[in-house]
DNA sequence: TATTAATCGAGACGGTACGTCTCGTCTTTTT
DNA sequence: AAAAAGACGAGACGTACCGTCTCGATTAATA
């Protein structure tokens, strides 16, 4: 059978959704294959929270490929993995309030308030919940994404110790404390903007009086 | 029709995996039937963590049918809290060392064993991780397991203020430092016994120099 | 304990729909229980038709409990039956039109009619569907209700042959293929009232040239 | 990577059921699933009659997944439809006797024979009853098996009107008297064989004196 | 009069099927 | 070689009925 130059019309190279078709481009992966699946699986966990996320779902949106997902995304988790690190991190700029207690204050505010209003924001608990079960999502949580967001956290501790606040050895014990004590309250669901909750908080870590 | 004694007999009060039956009580709950799942169900939770954990199959080895499961556990979540909650909970005596900064590391080591070495230990990361799913898990956890285990952590803290090591009011801010930083430990899988770590957090918890 | 006779207030004879209970009368069966069963049984077939009708929703409408049915039905087929049963039969009289071919034509558009028409109509062609599951469906069909109901159709061939229209001896053959003919058509949905149709049948049954 | 030969040995081809997989053959029905799905249907319908075939059951015997089934075969009488349909419908030649009523007698015999004697003939009964409840059976019934299997019948019929047994206008309306009386007997169960109750009616219809 | 026996509503029980959903693998066809 | 497409086995999900079994209350018939 002949070639039939028109079909090749009838492939439209964009998503599928709405009937069109996005084509192989041969043997190398597909910029357009993963944006569109990056895409459909952001707005997916956006849409339906981490419950709703499923790869069929994606795949359905994408117009792609199971297959295709999974081999560049071996596991479900991968997946949800890079989701999560294309995010736009929050827009936390750290403050620079010239003290500890109200640079912590300032930050755990903002932090808490990307957490609850913000589909990433949510989609943190999921990336944590996940990392309980699957250890491709643990490593990535504990040694890709956390390394990555701390610094701004230890920036503050660092600047600190630097005025003389705090002593510098004891930036590496209050960050777990301060890391921890953030995990608790959302993981517990105890992020409302409560500002005293915080400042106390901030002012025993800081070590200093309230 | 006489009364036939030997009828009661007849009625095999445990589990059917061997084909017995369990026959209704009448229309109250069957404590046969409860117990035969919630030890099926933990048996289940202990070989094949919380991934295997399927009503299907706590069914099929309770010998019970899957609607009384649902008639009693709305979801599969409820099932696993009350599970979680016959567990054991951790034989840990709260340490009496005469220094708050001691009783924290011997609780703490104490704590993470448990949490490494006990199937019910390590379903409490399961359980963390269906709260962020489940709000019956969430408030379960929150408010029913927690106020319960920490009893014994504030008991270390309220004695510490009773010997003068720490202020009285520091106790309710100390305590969501200390969990959190156990939590966000657990929740990265940073739990091995390393007491120099451990003794760290606890002399900056205390407050003691180290 | 003496006998409370306030309590005996508390109960009501009537249905449980609206909170009231059906005490029982003794070591006898209540015709009350009975007659509520029925009823909902009847309402049910009528309402959502066969593949709605469950022994579940029959209690939960009459305010039985389940082995209240299963002591006087020992099976869904048998409530069925007596529900098929109770149902009035069609309110056909038979036609005296002077003429076989004619009184068959009447009788049988009469009886399409009712097949359409009605609910106890359409619940014929469940029992005839239930007979070929159960035994005792089938024995009930054909022992119980097609000879009560085809006396009729028998009077009409009776007297034709009385007129002389027909022999004597073939009543009993041509019933059957009276008979077949509406099942046939009624099994396969084909009893849109066609009088051009039936009056075929009738004159070829009849003998009648056409 | 190269292109291993031994892959294609190292997917089974048949049945699940001694852990064996069927693989999928790409982006197309598989006719293997297909066939072990009928086959498993078959069989279990012959072993267990209608009442005993369920689709959790084929799916086990086929090794097929419940999806499969249900992708292909919407409702469960969709599937009863191909497995009936697929059945060696009867070895019923239509007899030669030159005299319609005996070529009646002869082929009624040997289809109650075959609606006696073989699974597939007492799945008819099922069918017809799965016909009462669900349109699809019912629009397969009538427009899809009953005008194949009834050339014969018909084609007897039209040899009698050639021969001039009856007239040839008269086939039509003896058609269904015959097809009903068979579905009567069928479906009261009265189809033992009785050679002269059979040549009454043979005789009735063929209009021929006994 | 006290006991016995059968009835009632209620509803739990084990079991099984239903039809849907998702997972991760596999294969064909097209580029 | 990689893409889209989508079929596949597996099996969990939660719901609906089935028919059985107690329960505790109630009442007629029996002793």
Redesign the interface.
């Known amino acids: 059978m002949k070639r039939d130059p028109s079909r090749a019309q009838a492939i439209e190279p964009a998503s599928t959704r709405d009937g069109h078709r996005r084509a192989s481009i041969g043997a190398r992966r597909s910029p357009q294959a993963e944006e569109a699946i990056l895409d459909a699986a952001r707005a997916l966990l956006a849409e339906r929270g981490?419950?709703g996320f499923s790869i069929d779902e994606v795949a359905r949106r994408a117009g792609a490929g199971k297959p295709t997902i999974y081999r560049w995304w071996p596991t479900k988790a991968d997946l949800f993995i890079d989701v999560y690190s294309a995010e736009k991190s929050a827009a936390l700029v750290p403050p620079e309030t010239g003290a500890l207690w109200s640079d912590l204050l300032a930050y755990t505010r903002a932090l808490w308030a990307f957490w609850r209003d913000t589909p990433s924001g949510r989609t943190f608990?999921?990336l944590?919940?996940?990392?309980?079960?699957s250890t491709p999502a643990?490593v990535a949580?504990?040694d890709k994404f956390?390394p990555e967001r701390l610094k701004d956290v230890r920036h503050m501790f660092d600047e600190a110790a630097a005025r003389g606040e705090i002593r510098p050895e004891?930036v590496p014990?209050?960050l777990?404390?301060y890391?921890?004590?953030?995990?608790?309250?959302l993981?517990?669901?105890?992020i409302a903007d409560d500002p005293e909750d915080i400042t106390?908080?901030a002012r025993?870590?800081a070590g200093t009086p309230q």
Chains 1, 2, 3, 4 share one sequence.
């Open positions: 981490y419950s608990r999921a944590i919940a996940e990392a309980q079960a643990l949580l504990r956390l004891a014990h209050l777990p404390l890391i921890g004590f953030n995990w608790y309250r993981l517990t669901d105890q106390i908080m025993t870590l």
